[in-house]
């Protein structure tokens, strides 16, 4: 069975309720740069992280996606659900939250939320390790609420965090085949 554009955003941005709307208006945020960056640099405070593995991958897995993503969107070009239905009194939003239109694929908000919780679950340690579940969902939250609120596709949400994930995996081997190098003494 296939699903049109319609059916998947309607089946999410079409079950809103008040809560929902003040809660998806917040979780989107996990998806933005001021969070990763803040959630980054305080774990950086950290005695075991505060070297240059972890600055470089911190760097490279939250800081080069949105890069990635800004020239991917530019190239496709494609509208946002407000614009592709042309504003349909069907879709639901509120007038606090952003009304945009264009440059829809990938989802920036979905990429930049699975590269840092993908990232944190990476660094888990393995009795830990249960806690990237969590992180996983957060991460699907924000794919989500993307389509809550009337920003993204599902295939947006989608290829953001596909795109996400497998950019961070693929840092986090390479730069763990050169740990030694970046965990050098300097003595």
């Keep these: 069975m296939t699903y049109d554009n319609r059916i998947l955003f309607e089946a999410v941005n079409g ?39 972890y600055f470089t991958a911190a760097v490279l897995t939250n800081v080069i996606p949105p890069f990635i993503i800004q020239m991917v969107k530019r190239s496709v070009d494609a509208p946002r659900p407000l614009k592709y239905f042309n504003e349909a009194p069907w879709i639901h939003t509120l007038p606090q939250w952003d009304r945009l239109m264009e440059h829809s694929f990938p989802s920036g908000h979905t990429c930049a939320a699975f590269c840092l919780f993908s990232f944190l679950a990476i660094l888990l340690k393995p009795g830990y390790r249960w806690i990237g579940v969590l ?36 840092v986090i081997t390479l730069l763990n085949r050169y740990k030694g190098y970046f965990l050098k003494s300097n003595t």
């Design 135 to 170: 992180l996983f969902a957060l991460a699907l939250l924000v794919g989500y609420s993307r389509l809550y609120l009337a920003a993204h596709f599902f295939a947006d949400a989608y290829a953001g965090s596909i795109i996400g994930t497998i950019f961070t995996v693929l």
């Design 15 to 53: 079950r809103h309720t008040p809560t929902a709307d003040v809660l998806m208006q917040y979780t989107t945020y996990m998806g933005e740069g001021a969070l990763s960056a803040v959630l980054l640099l305080v774990l950086l405070g950290m005695a075991s992280l505060r070297n240059w593995w």
